[in-house]
């Protein structure tokens, strides 16, 4: 009998002993976590649920913008309503722009959140998470620069076109030229320039694919890569 009572005490013991073993630790786990990162997590995590959109939004509503702009361009034979169709065509591109951005853009704050919540890393060392940085920014740029090329290449194709295919008012065409002149200076630009950041991760060759991107490794995204090497 005393032996028996002599096992349950060891055994109750042993039990309680883990049991404040596991709350110690779970209390520790839960020290560990830096203020300001739990509210980065949640934050980032309620705004993901609060807000979702189709990334190719921005480029339909764009193009449909763009179509009608043309359209009553072309069908109509007032001055006014020519400028104000004009300015149809402008806010259809600059959608188009903004969609490319958004197709290429890795979202700031998901990388972020991405980082901080993967479980193949616990701890960050200083290359890892500089390797990470210049991905993060790499990417962010690359989607700048494109959305800038494209916005800019298509609003100079556009105010040529009003200038010199298109039954445009003599007063108005000069300035469509000067526009279309300054959009193609901004459009080559971009397309030749390329950040700190993109020239480190994906290289320096040229490239203006929205749709594929290849590393500095040569990893190609889906899709066909459209790029010179210099």
């Known amino acids: 009998m005393k032996i028996y009572t002599k096992f ?11 049991l404040s073993v596991f709350a110690e ?7 560990r976590i830096d203020p300001r990162i739990e509210f980065f997590l949640k934050s980032t ?5 609060k807000y979702s959109f189709n990334q190719y939004e921005h480029i339909i509503s764009g193009v449909g913008a763009f179509v009608i ?9 007032s001055t006014p309503l020519k400028i104000a169709y004009s300015g149809i065509q402008t806010i259809g591109i600059i959608n188009i722009g903004q969609g490319v951005y958004q197709r290429n853009s ?11 919540t993967t479980k193949k890393v616990r701890t960050y060392s200083k290359p890892l998470l500089a390797k990470n940085l210049i991905k993060i920014f790499a990417m ?11 916005s800019t290449g298509f609003l100079s194709f556009q105010y040529l076109l009003n200038a010199t295919v298109y039954d445009s008012p003599d007063r108005v065409k000069n300035i469509y030229i000067f526009f279309s002149g300054i959009n193609a200076i901004v459009a080559t630009y971009s397309a030749l320039y390329k950040s700190d950041y993109e020239s480190q991760y994906f ?3 040229i490239d203006i694919n929205p ?11 889906f899709g066909a890569m459209i790029s010179l090497t210099f």
């Open 8 to 18: 349950i005490c060891i055994f109750l013991s042993i039990l309680l002993f883990n």
């Open 25 to 31: 630790s779970k209390n520790l786990k839960k020290k």
């Open 45 to 49: 995590k309620n705004q993901e649920n």
């Open 69 to 77: 702009g043309n359209l009553g361009y072309l069908l109509t034979d």
């Open 106 to 116: 890795p979202d700031m704050k998901k990388s972020f959140y991405k980082l901080l």
């Open 140 to 150: 962010e740029e690359r989607a700048k620069r494109l959305s800038l090329f494209f």
């Open 203 to 205: 290289g320096k060759q």
């Open 211 to 221: 749709l594929a991107f290849r590393d500095s490794q040569g990893n190609n995204t």
